[in-house]
């Protein structure tokens, strides 16, 4: 979204007492209470109606851009669309108060609107009225450095490179050359007369020899190469590293009209709604939306095929009429099923840090997320697919370890989301993480069973794999596995290894899952790695 504006009850007893007074009024006569405020709205809609005329003649001095941008930089917003939607905010409201350029009142306002929600998006952790300090703490001490080119007038004394105005100044002025008022005297050099060559051909004057800017050596710009330290490491490596996301948009073809795709993310084809990229012959007698270019060129060509005539106006048959084939963008649905044991309970704490990172990837897009946790005898629902990363965060930190491991029962729930999902949209791409050293010990086809000797386990596994072909040929999901690292003295405490080792192998057999180790302790390694490897 834009802009943000949010709505409280006031506490101010007037103000308060004010508007219960005028819902009071409308519910009696909402004619006549209209009417009497018939006279400020029309002074408002001529208002607009005078903004929206000057909107382009509003001036936008470059320092103002720079402004903006140092802003954004200082709040760690790496999205190009705070830095638009700040100044078109303020030049909207400048417009509105019939100004013509951009003043710090439009500022101030832009600042209330554009960035406390895009700061809450990003930083989950931080209380409203921490962000609320920040953005003034970074405002005010960017304000101070900000000079307004309008006030400040470019003289002698304030020459600088810190003070200067966009606009050209009578007083500096560069003034035209008269040649008949030239009186330089010319240099010994300027005397000497032209040199003479052999070949006495004239040549034109050349400046010294020396290299030209565009052909300075690549080693000669080495010194030149320093790294921008202002950037945080985090933000360099999200640029750095490929994507998980837009990784399994690509590796996914889902289009099959025979046309061209454009773009990283993946393209689902579509009769109803997207972008008119392609045609086809109508799957029906009635085509849902002719496409008009298609169906003259079709009708061209039957006139030729057949040898007859043009006739104006043109008439098109059946046989002519072509279907637009549209395309829009696929979304996603990220199912977090994590093992919540008590031998994975540490772990299940930094899947925070890992979703967090698929946040901004997740809020550029708008895809879902869900959560499913596994724990004791049964798996939990925790989140339903949401937009809201946050919500789903904060869910997972109040998450309690329990004994027993009862993954059969999540994969169950999983399918059932999967399977509402694609009610809603039957073009969603699931995408699930399994959190989980594969340790099963419970089953669903036989409640009261707790594995302890080998035909158990076996018994466990092999359910799992049923459940596993269920969920891969109902939707084609993209699976990844997430096993932490364990050392030789503690990889078998609270697993059967055989067991766990065939799950694994299941889940990569018949649900093409990429299984990926990661160092528990360290939970920076584990964000990377997970790009690295998708």
């Keep these: 979204m834009g802009l943000e504006v949010k709505i409280k009850a006031p506490r101010n007893t007037q103000l308060r007492a004010e508007i219960t007074k005028r819902v009071i009024e409308f519910d009696d006569n909402p004619k006549e209470f209209i009417k009497n405020f018939e006279e400020d709205q029309f002074k408002l809609r001529e208002k607009i109606l005078s903004a929206r005329k000057i909107l382009k003649e509003v001036q936008i001095p470059s320092s103002v851009y720079e402004f903006v941008s140092k802003i954004v930089s200082e709040l760690e917003i790496f999205s190009q669309r705070a830095d638009i939607t700040f100044i078109r905010c303020a030049r909207a409201h400048a417009a509105l108060n019939a100004r013509k350029g951009i ?112 052909n300075i050596p690549y080693d000669d710009l080495k010194f030149f190469d320093v790294k921008d330290s202002s950037v945080p490491f985090i933000y360099q490596m999200e640029k750095k590293l490929t994507s998980i996301l837009d990784n399994i948009r690509k590796d996914r073809k889902i289009t099959d009209y025979g046309g061209r795709g454009i773009g990283r993310r993946i393209k689902i084809n579509s009769s109803q709604k997207g972008r008119y990229v392609s045609y086809r012959t109508p799957m029906n007698a009635q085509p849902k939306t002719i496409a008009l270019d298609a169906t003259i060129r079709n009708y061209l060509k039957n006139i030729v095929y ?15 009429l072509m279907d637009k084939v549209y ?61 809201n990363f946050k919500l789903a965060v904060n869910k997972i930190k109040k998450i309690e370890g329990k004994s027993y491991t009862p993954m059969a029962a999540a994969l ?11 009610l809603k949209n039957r073009n969603v791409i699931p995408v699930v993480f399994i ?12 409640p009261e069973l707790i594995a302890q000797v080998e035909s158990d386990y076996g018994l466990i596994a092999r359910e799992i794999k049923e459940l596993t072909k269920k969920l891969s040929k109902l939707s084609k999901i993209h699976m990844v596995v997430l096993e932490p690292k364990k050392s030789y003295a503690t990889q078998a405490l609270g697993v059967h290894t055989y067991s766990a080792e065939k799950i694994k192998k299941n889940f990569k057999k018949y649900a093409n899952a990429q299984l990926f180790k990661f160092n528990k302790y360290n939970p920076s390694s584990l964000i990377l790695e997970l790009k690295k490897i998708l």
Excluded at 308 to 320: A, C, G, S, V, W
């Design 103 to 214: 003043t710090s009142e439009d500022l101030n306002v832009a600042m209330d609107l554009v960035f406390e929600h895009r700061i809450q998006s990003l930083h989950y952790e931080m209380t409203p009225e921490e962000i609320k300090s920040k953005i003034a703490e970074v405002y005010g001490k960017i304000k101070e450095a900000y000079e307004d080119t309008d006030i400040l007038k470019p003289n002698r004394e304030t020459e600088g490179a810190l003070k200067h105005s966009d606009e050209l100044q009578k007083e500096f002025k560069r003034q035209s050359v008269d040649p008949n008022k030239v009186d330089i005297p010319e240099t010994k050099e300027q005397k000497l007369p032209a040199p003479k060559y052999p070949d006495n051909k004239r040549r034109n004057p050349k400046p010294a020899g020396g290299f030209k800017v565009k």
């Design 306 to 320: 057949n040898k007859t005539e043009i006739d104006f106006p043109l008439h098109f048959n059946r046989y002519d």
């Design 327 to 387: 395309e829009y963008r696929a979304p996603l649905v990220l199912f977090f099923v994590l093992d919540s044991s008590a031998s994975m309970y540490h772990v299940i704490k930094q899947m925070t840090d890992v979703i967090m990172s698929l946040h901004q990837e997740g809020y550029r897009k708008r895809d879902k997320i869900a959560l499913v946790i596994f724990r004791g005898k049964k798996a939990v629902v925790l989140q339903k697919p949401t937009l």
């Design 412 to 422: 169950t729930k999983v399918t059932h989301l999967i399977k509402v999902e694609k």
């Design 435 to 446: 959190c989980s050293d594969c340790g099963a010990n419970i089953s669903v086809k036989y």
